[in-house]
């Protein structure tokens, strides 16, 4: 049985914030380079339902399947079904849960599963996990630099305009000093924002050079993988 690659990262982020910066605002993370279409300005969308496509849109509205959402329990977790590059007979499963923090932050807790349906499964668990590692460097930047999700509206306002229930409006880009502030995310070599690192908390022990290795792309904060 080939292991679920499981990865845990703390964001500077509260849990709702960190659920919508992941499945509302993937172009702020999602590198083009990552999409079919490969062209700046592709989309990667969640449709916020079970059952709900997750797809990419390119400029010209075109768009490609990868994969279908499981569970939709905002802001706590997120599963969905994932091929992109792929057919959906070669989907695997990925869960995200968004973790409280004492300090208001969140601890991300991603899994990466069903590698056993592969004949190379090993392979592409450990292509997916180079491929996660650059990825959440990148989603932790945009939870650092996008303001908190703002309350949905009023019902009563929602009834009055007949706009109906929505989600949150869109997150605004611009940097928070008093939140990114506490946020350490190193690109690598000497290239460090002199910023101060959050608290150091305690998870599940993992292999000591394989942690290494993760943290020295992805956030100082704290961070497992596995």
């Not at 499981?6 to 605002?25: G, H, N």
């Not at 499963?93 to 969140?106: A, C, D, I, L, W």
């Not at 650059?134 to 989603?139: A, E, P, S």
């Not at 350490?184 to 690192?197: E, H, I, Q, Y």
Request: glycine share 6%.
């Amino acid at each position: 049985m080939i292991e679920p690659l499981r990865i845990v990262f703390d964001v500077d982020a509260e849990p709702d914030q960190a659920f919508w910066v992941w499945t509302q605002r993937s172009s702020l993370w999602w590198p083009p380079s990552h999409t079919a279409a490969n062209r700046k300005g592709t989309s990667l969308i969640f449709e916020p339902k079970p059952g709900g496509r997750v797809f990419e849109r390119d400029p010209d509205g075109n768009e490609v399947d990868w994969g279908t959402v499981l569970v939709w329990e905002p802001p706590g977790r997120l599963v969905y079904r994932w091929h992109i590059f792929g057919d959906a007979s070669d989907a695997t499963e990925v869960e995200v849960r968004f973790v409280t923090n004492s300090n208001g932050t969140t601890r991300v807790e991603l899994e990466h599963r069903g590698w056993d349906a592969f004949d190379d499964g090993a392979t592409r668990r450990e292509r997916n996990r180079s491929g996660w590692r650059r990825d959440i460097v990148l989603y932790a930047r945009a939870c650092a630099a996008s303001r908190p999700v703002p309350p949905p509206p009023a019902q009563s306002r929602v009834a009055n305009t007949g706009t109906g229930s929505r989600p949150p409006a869109s997150l605004d880009t611009a940097r928070d000093p008093a939140r990114s502030a506490r946020t350490v995310v190193p690109t690598g070599g000497a290239d460090r924002p002199d910023l101060r690192p959050t608290a150091r908390r305690p998870h599940p022990p993992v292999d000591s050079a394989e942690r290494r290795i993760f943290c020295a792309v992805a956030t100082a904060s704290h961070c497992d993988a596995r």
